[in-house]
């Protein structure tokens, strides 16, 4: 017979799931994960969840493909880093014997909180890192000095040089944020080694996510397309 009373209990234990459910979960999802480092494969990309600073608050990620992810996070208003969602790319060439590298996106974000939409372009292993900010929001700012403004990769930026301690970093800042876009990868990193500042480095992985500092509440962080053709 049934329990009438185990029923009514186990109703409620799903309506509250259903409520704690972080908004943003797709519960349907081809992938879905919650742990820090939670990675998934699909058509030749690689998406991460990324939870890699201290302080950091829950995340969750869900993805249908490499080009339609998703991630919500909900970390304390307190500065550093806490995280950078992503998907990315092995190229694995050297830069001279690259013919075009060029990537397209398209992003929904919210209007609080602190963080970038950026490309994490790695050269050389770990030696290099380009990074690519399409928008931010907040209390956020590149590594380095601003050494000049330039119009490359179908953008114009203004440029930052300097280390993190581990590596190099070339933060390139767009003059103004864009939620949409295409970029010519390849032409930002020959104007670079065109500065001096490497040489013909080999060209590791092209990386695009959210570089989260803040998002306290809870918020939704959408990649609606993305992709990377490289000859």
């Known amino acids: 017979m049934r329990n009438p009373l185990r029923s009514l209990v186990c109703g409620i234990a799903a309506v509250l799931v259903v409520t704690l459910a972080p908004a943003g979960t797709a519960q349907a999802a081809a992938w879905s994960s919650s742990d820090r480092w939670g990675t998934w494969s699909n058509g030749g990309y690689i998406v991460r969840n990324n939870v890699w600073g201290s302080g950091y608050g829950p995340q969750s990620i869900w993805a249908d493909s490499y080009s339609s992810w998703g991630v919500w996070a909900n970390h304390p208003n307190t500065g550093g880093v806490k995280s950078y969602p992503h998907v990315g790319r092995t190229i694995g060439r050297r830069l001279s014997t690259v013919r075009s590298l060029t990537s397209n996106f398209t992003v929904s974000r919210p209007n609080a909180g602190s963080y970038a939409t950026a490309y994490d372009i790695w050269a050389n292993g770990h030696d290099y890192e380009i990074m690519l900010w399409m928008n931010k929001q907040g209390a956020v700012g590149p590594i380095g000095s601003r050494q ?28 103004s944020n864009t939620n949409s876009g295409s970029v010519d990868v390849l032409a930002v990193m ?42």
Not at 205 to 229: C, H, K, P, R, W
Request: proline share 0%; glycine share 12%; no cysteine.
């Open 148 to 175: 000049t403004t330039a119009t490359v990769g179908g953008h114009t930026w203004d440029v930052y040089r300097g280390s993190n301690g581990s590596n190099a970093v070339f933060s390139f800042v767009r003059t």
């Open 190 to 231: 020959n104007w670079i080694r065109n500065r001096g500042w490497y040489g013909d480095v080999t060209i590791n992985d092209v990386q695009f996510g959210f570089e989260i500092t803040s998002s306290a509440g809870g918020m939704n962080f959408l990649t609606n397309s993305y992709s990377v053709s490289s000859s």
